[in-house]
């Protein structure tokens, strides 16, 4: 049960790491439209929560089996304060996007999917590490 619980939390992280790179990627692509990019970027936003909710469930699921986080150190815990700063910071550009696209001028708005691509990509390879390395 513990392996299936894992499982699963694995899954909706796997889905929220395309929602968070696939969505910010295709909306830097020139053809797409203001509405879709206003589309993309609630994809992203759920994408940086799905992110969030089941890095606190891999905990959880840790905490639940075995009455303990699990114990990271060094480079692991490097790569989990990477993954966390940039969903915060994920989250962060995703509401002021949603808040103020409108207004906001053109370079303004690519620069937050520039930021939202690296963010994403950054957080995909920190996770890389934090697997390897705990």
């Known amino acids: 049960m ?3 619980n894992y499982a699963v939390v694995q899954v909706v992280h796997n ?17 797409a439209t203001a509405a879709l990019r206003h ?9 940086w929560a799905a992110q969030i909710i089941s890095g606190i469930g891999f905990a ?4 639940y089996y075995y009455d303990q986080f699990p114990d990271i150190h060094d480079i692991a815990m490097a790569a989990l ?5 940039c969903a915060a910071f994920g989250v962060s550009l995703v509401i002021i996007y949603l808040r103020y696209s409108a207004t906001l001028a053109i ?19 920190a996770a890389a590490f934090l697997r390897w390395f705990s």
Do not use: D, P, Q
């Open 81 to 85: 304060l990477i993954k966390m700063l």
């Open 107 to 125: 370079e303004r708005r690519h620069l937050i999917w520039l930021l939202l691509a690296a963010l994403g990509i950054t957080a995909l390879t």
């Open 60 to 63: 959880a699921v840790s905490y």
């Open 39 to 47: 589309k993309l970027a609630w994809l992203v936003g759920f994408g």
């Open 2 to 4: 513990e392996n299936l």
């Open 15 to 31: 889905f929220g790491a395309v929602a968070v790179v696939g969505g910010a990627v295709c909306a830097l692509y020139s053809g």
